[in-house]
T-cell receptor, first 113, second 115 residues
Framework: GESVGLHLPTLSVQEGDNSIINCAYS??????FIWYKQESGKGPQFIID?????DKRQGQRVTVLLNKTVKHLSLQIAATQPGDSAVYFC????????????FGAGTRLFVKA | DTAVSQTPKYLVTQMGNDKSIKCEQN?????MYWYKQDSKKFLKIMFS?????LIINETVPNRFSPKSPDKAHLNLHINSLELGDSAVYFC?????WGSGANVLTFGAGSRLTVL
């Protein structure tokens, strides 16, 4: 079926620590995954993406890991800052004759100063 | 310059009323979307238009009617509003339809409260 879910709805980390946000997906045909960040009062914003032919992709302070064997995606944020506090969504693009983006339930990240 | 702008940002109305939310994008994208976000932050796609043509129509009540006068605009009209329609509605756009590497640019959302 079509579903993208998250293991933890809320994550609290100390400023400066690394954060790991996990996501499980169920559609084995998905070949493109995206992480979005949603700050309070705003729309989701693209952070980083990864294609299914990769298992790791790095950006600035963020890394996405993809494990297709267990259908698991994670977002790692290095040296977490107060500005990283937000809700994070993983999403997958599913081919329905075109592509539609299906979002997971979201994880709220709290950064403690 | 706001890339995807939607109005109004807040909308409070009575059950049974009809209301519209407007969306415009200045990114030159071909595809536009409406998503609904409920109180638990779950984002669900409602509609997608590619170059003014309806592409995706999820199982949304027919009280919801999208309209795309041109590829830069996608409006959402809701008839006979119900309490369960209360949510934040997000408009989004993306460059290409049919591309697996499809990244969405979202507007700031329109919070609809039905009393």
């Amino acid at each position: 079926g079509e579903s993208v879910g998250l293991h933890l709805p809320t994550l609290s980390v100390q400023e400066g620590d690394n954060s790991i946000i996990n996501c499980a997906y169920s559609n084995s045909a998905s070949d493109y995954f995206i992480w979005y960040k949603q700050e309070s009062g705003k729309g989701p914003q693209f952070i980083i993406d990864i294609r299914s032919n990769m298992d790791k992709r790095q950006g600035q302070r963020v890394t996405v890991l993809l494990n297709k064997t267990v259908k698991h995606l994670s977002l790692q944020i290095a040296a977490t800052q107060p500005g990283d506090s937000a809700v994070y969504f993983c999403a997958e693009n599913i081919n329905t004759g075109g592509f539609k983006t299906i979002f997971g339930a979201g994880t709220r990240l709290f950064v403690k100063a | 310059d706001t890339a995807v702008s939607q109005t109004p940002k807040y909308l409070v109305t009575q059950m049974g009323n009809d209301k519209s939310i407007k969306c415009e994008q200045n990114l030159g994208h071909d595809t536009m979307y409406w998503y609904k976000q409920d109180s638990k932050k779950f984002l669900k796609i409602m509609f997608s238009y590619n170059n003014k043509e309806l592409i995706i129509n999820e199982t949304v009540p027919n009280r919801f009617s999208p309209k795309s006068p041109d590829k830069a605009h996608l409006n959402l009209h809701i008839n006979s509003l119900e309490l369960g329609d209360s949510a934040v509605y997000f408009c989004a756009s993306s460059p290409l339809w049919g591309s697996g590497a499809n990244v969405l640019t979202f507007g700031a959302g329109s919070r609809l409260t039905v009393l």
